[in-house]
C-alpha cells in the first residue's frame, strides 16, 4: 500500500510512463494543484471541456438514473454536470485525493465519498450509471478499473468516459502535440504553481488507447455495446457502453 506523502526521491526517478499510472505521484499532484484546478482546465481547453461534459451528461440521462457514481470525481465538474441534466438522480462522487473532494464540497456537491476507484466501497449492481472524466488514464491497472465499474453497475447499467485522445488528422495531430509537449506544461505550470503538474500530461496522453482500442479495452473487461464520440476532431473521446450480465462476463 501507497504511504501518499513519502517517497518523493522515488518518484523523481520515475519515468513519464511509470509516474502518471503511480498511485502516490496521481495523488501529490492532484492534492498540489486542487485549488486551482478547475480554472486551469477550463482556461487550457478554453472553456470546451464544458461542452464535453454536458454530452457526457446528455447520454447518462437517456437512461433516466436513479442512482449514479462519478469515478475520480476531483473537483465535482462532471458529477455537477449530470445532477443538473438528471436532478432527480442521486450523483454520487468518488475520489482517492481528498483536497479535490474538499474542492467538490464548496462547489456544491454532498454525496462524496474517499475511495480508490480500484476497490470501490460499493455492492455489487448498485448504479444505474457510472462516469469518470479524466480519470480512467490516471489509474495503475485501466482493466481493473473497468471491471470494477462493471462490477457496481446494474447489469445493463450505462459507462461513460471522457478522457483526452489524440486527433486523426495528421496536420492537427503535429500542432497538437506541439501544444501538449511545449506549450500546455509551461501555461499550467504558471497557473498552478507547479511545474510538474502537468508535466506528464502529453506523455499520458499519447499512452493511453483511444478510438477502436479503448472500445475493444472496454468490450474485454465487462462491457458490450460500446460506442465512440470523437469531440472536436478527436482532442477528447466520450465512450459508452452498457454492463454485461453476469453470464455475458466470460467472454
Known amino acids: 500500500m501507497y504511504r501518499y506523502g513519502h517517497g518523493e526521491r522515488i518518484l523523481s526517478e520515475m519515468s513519464s510512463a511509470q509516474r502518471d499510472q503511480n498511485p502516490e505521484f496521481v495523488h501529490q499532484t492532484f492534492s498540489s494543484i486542487a485549488s486551482r484546478y478547475v480554472m486551469t482546465n477550463h482556461f487550457l481547453c478554453a472553456g470546451i471541456d464544458i461542452i464535453w461534459r454536458k454530452k457526457v451528461a446528455s447520454i447518462v440521462a437517456a437512461v433516466s438514473p436513479k442512482f449514479v457514481l462519478d469515478v475520480a470525481t476531483g473537483s465535482g465538474d462532471l458529477a455537477r454536470a449530470v445532477q443538473k441534466r438528471v436532478p432527480q438522480a442521486k450523483v454520487i462522487g468518488s475520489d482517492f485525493c481528498e483536497p479535490m473532494l474538499a474542492e467538490a464540497k464548496k462547489r456544491g456537491l454532498e ?11 460499493f455492492s455489487d449492481n448498485s448504479f444505474d450509471a457510472v462516469t469518470i472524466g479524466y480519470g480512467l488514464r490516471n489509474m495503475a491497472d485501466w482493466s481493473a478499473a473497468l471491471q470494477e465499474f462493471a462490477r457496481v453497475l446494474r447489469p445493463g447499467g450505462k459507462l461513460v468516459i471522457l478522457d483526452f485522445s489524440l486527433p486523426r488528422n495528421r496536420a492537427l495531430l503535429f500542432l497538437y502535440r506541439f501544444y501538449l509537449h511545449k506549450i500546455l506544461p509551461r501555461i499550467a505550470g504558471w497557473l498552478t504553481g507547479n511545474k510538474e503538474a502537468y508535466a506528464y500530461l502529453g506523455d499520458s496522453i499519447e499512452r493511453f488507447p483511444s478510438g477502436t ?14 460506442s465512440w464520440f470523437p469531440q472536436l476532431c478527436g482532442i477528447s473521446s466520450v465512450y459508452a457502453a452498457s454492463a454485461d450480465s453476469p453470464h455475458e462476463t466470460d467472454k
Open 213 to 226: 482500442e479503448m472500445r475493444n479495452l472496454i468490450d474485454k473487461n465487462g462491457f458490450s455495446e460500446s
Open 111 to 121: 454525496d462524496l465519498v474517499v475511495a480508490d476507484g480500484l476497490a470501490l466501497p
